[in-house]
Structure formats: structure tokens, C-alpha cells
């Protein structure tokens, strides 16, 4: 992964959980941004970057707040900072400021908050430009000393994500002039968060001015056509990628006739039980493979989302169980000429499967001759 950054910036919040602000001493702020180009502050942005979206640190996706009272001051900065086309920290560096402020404000309405490092970034990666605000914690070590005695180290840790939010730029001006009907499903804004809607750290993404948002439709079309994409692509999963998308599919029905959100952890533990076979390695890598796609910046399946009913609809299979025959296909495949995989001819009434694979036309042809000699001998002995 390689990551090219503009400006980036570390300020300290300074808060231990369960007690107060000292507001003489809210936060350690450093006036100038960090050099983008050292080699250290470039490995602390990859392995940020890395982390966000992988197992353990799954994104929700939103936007900030449509209401002007609720939402703060940081969105309308934030779009200041869009316009700032020549790239200078002029902007930046206030901008994180203004943050760090915010934060102190929403934080110290909750006991348990906490502070820590925040890391500001503005930089791009795979194509696609982010400003990231992520937090990150002391941990407690241990080293040898010059005289080999062990002694504490702290250190940063850079194990998961404690609490985040990137912005896209791209998508974030999309957005901006999109249709009203368009927005509704659109999203720009990720955060990072454990035990989001917890109060102990919910205070982060108000600070942010982030509000969830309810992509229902985009991923509940996406999600089942992605989980059986991954395992297709999987040599030891290929054979179990329909009936891992049709278990998807009953698992989406459910929860929206439950009226329950949708979960990524549920998810895996459906992938979990088509993986038995593996060998533990093999299994824990694609477990975190597959959530990691699903909940990339280009899938954008959140953690947890509100069932589409109306999109289910859509990719629920079209199933027949007669006496003597039936069919069940994907309701997206179907269409009214040759070029779909199911083609169905309304003036004949004919359904045509085209684009079978390789081992089912064997078993056909097999079948096929196997009629034929049937019928012979039926024939003859007639």
C-alpha cells in the first residue's frame, strides 16, 4: 500500500476516563504539520490506513448531519477546506484545531471518555483522497535496557483503531450535487468506533458531526452478489459460493421480517460454517478477507445496516418445485433475450438456461443418452 501525503498533523487530547478535563490544560497542540516525507510519520499513516475497514475495525458509513444545530461546526470548516485547491496547510492546520476543540466540548459531557494522540491526514491512497482523524493510544511494553534489565517502555499502539473518521473527497463532492433522491442512499463519511453508539464514544463522532447513514438498498443488493463473488473467487470455497449466497439471501429475509439490522458479524459466522474444512490459517485469512471487502471504500457494506425490503425483493431467487420439475436462479439474471444466463421467450412460454458451466452440460449430454437408449428399449420391447 502506498500512501502520498499532503499534510499531517498530531495533536494529544488529554482526558482520563472517569475524570474531568483540567480546561487550565485540555489538549497539547502542535503548531506546524509533520514532515510528510519522513519515513517514520509515513509508516504511521499506512498502518492506519491498512487498519481501517479490516476485521475488528469494520466501518459504519454516513454523512454529517443535515441539520445545522446538531451537526457543529467541522462539516461546514471541512468544506472551507475542499475549496483549498492549491493544497497549502494554510487551512489544515486550523482545521485541526478546530477538531481538537470540538472534541473537547462533546468529551467532557461524557465520564467516560477518554483522550490520546489524534493523528490528522490528508493524503491519498488507491486513487481515492481522504482526510482521516483517527485516534491512537499509549500501550505499556516492556524492553531491556543498556545494562539487560528489563524495564516499562510505552509505545503507540498501532494494534486497531480506537477511534476515526475519514472523509472522501471525491464522493464527498458528488454528493454535494446530487439529486436529493440520490443522496438518500449515498455516503461520504466513514467512522471507526468501538461500541459505537456508546456514550464512551459516541462523543467522537459528534464532535465530527457524523449522522449514519441508511445505504439499505445498495448493500442489501450488494451484499449477497459479493459474498458469493469472494467465495467464486477462492478455489477451496467455489463449490460452496451459490449456497452461501442463497443462506445470505434467507438471512436478509429474516432480519427484515424481524425488523432487525443486518450485521457484518453475523456474516461471518455464516462464512465461518462453509469453512470448516480449512485448516485454522487458511480459515482466519479468509474470514478477515471477506470483511474486509465487503466493508472496503468501494463495496461500502457498513457494519451494521437497516434491511431494504424492496431491495430484497430484488435478489431473492425465483423458485418452482412442481412433481416433476423445478428450477431456483437469481432473479437478477433473468432477461428477455439470449444474452442473459435465464432467458425467457413471453410469446412461447419457453425458459432457457444459457451460459451453463462445463459440468453440467456433461451431466445433460449424459442423461440425454441415457433417455435416448431407454426410450429404444422401451420401444423394442413394446
Not at 87 to 104: A, C, R, W
Request: aromatic share 10%; glycine share 4%; charged share 30%.
Amino acid at each position: 500500500m502506498s500512501v502520498d501525503i499532503k499534510h499531517v498533523i498530531v495533536h494529544e487530547l488529554i482526558k482520563e476516563a472517569k475524570k474531568d478535563f483540567d480546561f487550565s490544560n485540555p489538549y497539547h497542540l502542535r503548531k506546524t504539520p509533520l514532515d510528510n516525507q519522513n519515513k517514520i510519520v509515513v509508516k504511521l499513516i499506512t498502518e492506519i490506513s491498512s487498519l481501517y475497514g479490516s476485521k475488528g475495525n469494520s466501518a459504519h458509513y454516513g454523512v454529517f448531519k443535515e441539520e445545522i444545530t446538531e451537526q457543529g461546526p467541522i462539516p461546514s470548516k471541512f468544506d472551507e477546506y475542499t475549496q483549498n485547491t492549491d493544497y497549502t496547510s494554510d487551512l489544515f492546520v486550523p482545521l485541526s484545531v478546530s477538531v481538537m476543540k470540538q472534541l473537547v466540548k462533546t468529551a467532557k459531557e461524557e465520564i467516560w471518555s477518554s483522550g490520546g494522540f489524534i493523528v490528522f491526514c490528508d493524503y491519498t491512497v488507491n486513487g481515492n483522497r481522504f482526510f482521516l482523524i483517527s485516534m491512537i493510544k499509549k500501550k505499556n511494553g516492556v524492553t531491556i535496557s543498556t545494562k539487560l534489565e528489563p524495564e516499562e517502555m510505552i509505545h503507540l499502539d498501532l494494534s486497531k483503531i480506537h477511534q476515526a473518521a475519514r472523509i472522501n473527497f471525491d464522493l464527498y463532492e458528488k454528493f454535494k450535487h446530487a439529486r436529493e433522491s440520490e443522496k438518500i442512499d449515498s455516503s461520504y463519511l466513514s467512522f471507526v468506533s468501538k461500541g459505537v453508539g456508546q456514550s464512551a464514544s459516541a462523543y467522537f463522532i459528534a464532535a465530527i458531526g457524523c449522522d449514519k447513514s441508511l445505504a439499505a438498498t445498495k448493500a442489501t443488493k450488494k451484499l449477497p452478489s459479493e459474498v458469493k463473488k469472494f467465495f467464486a473467487s477462492k478455489a477451496e470455497l467455489k463449490e460452496h459460493a451459490t449456497k452461501f449466497r442463497h443462506e445470505i439471501v434467507s438471512y436478509l429475509d429474516k432480519q427484515a421480517s424481524n425488523d432487525v439490522s443486518a450485521k457484518l458479524s453475523d456474516i461471518e459466522i455464516i462464512a465461518l460454517s462453509h469453512m470448516t474444512y480449512l485448516d485454522d490459517e487458511t480459515r482466519d485469512l479468509y474470514v478477515q478477507e471477506l470483511m474486509a471487502h465487503l466493508n472496503n471504500e468501494d463495496i461500502r457494506i457498513p457494519t451494521e445496516f437497516v434491511v431494504s425490503k424492496r431491495a430484497l425483493k430484488e435478489v431473492k431467487n425465483l423458485t418452482y418445485k412442481g412433481d416433476d420439475i423445478g428450477f431456483s436462479f437469481e432473479k437478477a439474471l433473468l432477461g428477455e433475450t439470449a444474452d442473459y444466463d435465464v432467458w425467457y421467450d413471453e410469446e412461447s412460454g419457453r425458459l432457457s438456461f444459457t451460459n451453463l458451466p462445463s459440468e453440467m452440460k456433461v451431466k445433460l449430454s449424459q442423461a440425454i443418452r441415457e433417455n435416448a437408449k431407454l426410450r429404444e428399449k422401451t420401444g423394442a420391447n413394446g
